[in-house]
Each structure stands twice: as structure tokens, then as C-alpha cells.
């Protein structure tokens, strides 16, 4: 498995245009080969931001690269920068490949 990982900071009363922008956009990431899962998630506000961070889980970074590459990934990403003044600066991105791996089913199993 291959996870990715953005983190945003989004400014102070920004939070509501953060979200609408992500949950309103059209997502192909369903339609690609190799994609598992994506989560966005709210963290913890500060006088400066409020974090946000998405991950999406992938097969391997093979398929997280042709994602990268892919028609799919320009569409659903077309507009962004239009948005440019509710962050404190570019998401960071940061990727891992899985080393290990468990779930309550595997612990349920003793596995």
C-alpha cells in the first residue's frame, strides 16, 4: 500500500469555503486503477490556521503516480489556485509505502 497525505492551513473563517470547495468537487479518483480510499480531515485551530489533511491510500505508488499524471487528476484539481488566498501557503505533500499492516480482522483471527 501507498498512502499520500496533504496538509493544509487554512486561514481564520476560511474553514466553511475550505470545505465546500473540497466536498463539492467532482472526485475521479474511483475511476482510477489501483485507488483504495481518500478521508479529509479537520485538526486543531490556532490564532493563524486551521489544519486540514486528506489522504488517499492506494494500491502502490505506481498507481498514486499514474494518478499524478492523469487527465483525472488535472480535472478534478482545475480551479484551485482560484482559491489561492484562504491557505497559508501550498498543502504539503508527503508519501509512505506501507511496512506493516493491521486491521481488526487480521487481530480478531490472531493473524
Known sequence: MYLTIN???????????????????????????????????????????TLYLSHALWRDKAAFDAWAKSQNFRG???????????????PELEGFTSIQTITAETAASGG
Open 76 to 90: 478534478s484539481h482545475k480551479g484551485v489556485r482560484d482559491h489561492g488566498s484562504i491557505y497559508l501557503g501550498p
Open 7 to 49: 496538509r493544509f492551513k487554512v486561514r481564520p473563517g476560511q474553514e466553511a469555503a475550505f470545505e465546500e470547495i473540497w466536498t463539492s468537487r467532482e472526485s475521479k479518483l474511483p475511476q482510477m486503477e489501483g485507488f483504495v480510499e481518500f478521508h479529509l480531515f479537520k485538526g486543531e485551530s490556532t490564532e493563524t490556521h
